[in-house]
């Protein structure tokens, strides 16, 4: 069975610094790994995703993530935090045998940036 | 990529009662999924639905407590029957496509 842990519940960061919210996965084979973001009252949305090729991922809003195949891992990371980065972020994956297969999301991390 | 729209996209119902949720995607697609969010929770998954087979659900959660149709490759409907208080939630259908996984704006309610 394929799971997500995301270890924090809450992550917070001075504005300007680098932000890294974690994500584990656990699933039969390779995955397709993704991350959301969540603002409040409003949809989710799609931040970025790893499908195949290099391990860093480049996404929407300055956000990139690392796919560690040894670790498990794919932690979501910024260079320089902005406030507006405040938000829920969720880690997702799905298996790769089927592209109608179901994504499973981790618990969520909330990102907290202060001025 | 998939436009996914859903109907309502809020409602405040009584319990006892229950509610149709309506997921119109722009192309047509072999699975949707319906996923719930309760408050300042993650989601998770209910059912994934097949055009013109039964629904599959997750453990949790059953077919006379949410009934699903998926008539044709673009449409499928949640129901949320006999509403209680604990059902209050945002419940999202999502669609695969490509790579991706498309999410719609999702159903607010609010059962009192």
């Known amino acids: 069975a394929q799971s997500v842990a995301q270890p924090e519940d809450q992550v917070n960061v001075a504005e300007g610094n680098p932000l890294t919210v974690k994500c584990t996965y656990s699933?039969?084979?390779?995955?397709?790994l993704f991350w959301y973001v969540q603002y409040p009252n409003r949809g989710l949305q799609f931040l970025l995703k790893?499908?195949?090729?290099?391990?860093l991922v480049k996404g929407s809003y300055g956000f990139e993530a690392e796919f560690n195949k040894s670790q498990t891992s794919f932690h979501l990371k910024k260079p320089s935090a902005l406030v507006s980065d405040s938000a829920l972020y969720f880690c997702?994956?799905?298996?790769?045998?089927?592209?109608?297969?179901?994504?499973?999301f981790g618990s969520g991390t909330r990102l907290s940036i202060r001025p | 990529s998939a436009v996914i729209s859903q109907k309502p996209s809020r409602d405040i119902c009584q319990r006892g009662t229950s509610l149709t949720i309506q997921c119109q995607v722009d192309?047509?697609?072999?699975?949707m999924f319906w996923y719930r969010q309760q408050p300042g929770q993650s989601l998770t998954l209910i059912a994934t639905?097949?055009?013109?087979?039964?629904?599959?659900?997750e453990s949790g959660f059953v077919i006379d407590k949410f009934p699903i149709s998926r008539p044709n490759l673009t449409f499928s409907t949640l129901t949320v029957s006999n509403m209680s208080p604990e059902d209050s939630s945002i419940y999202l259908c999502?669609?695969?496509?490509?790579?991706?996984?498309?999410f719609g704006p999702g159903t607010r309610l609010t059962v009192t």
């Open positions: 999502s669609v695969v496509w490509g790579d991706e996984q498309y």
């Open positions: 699933v039969s084979g390779n995955p397709y």
């Open positions: 790893y499908i195949t090729g290099d391990n």
């Open positions: 997702a994956v799905r298996a790769r045998y089927s592209s109608a297969s179901k994504i499973i």
């Open positions: 192309s047509q697609v072999t699975m």
């Open positions: 639905a097949n055009q013109g087979s039964e629904a599959t659900y």
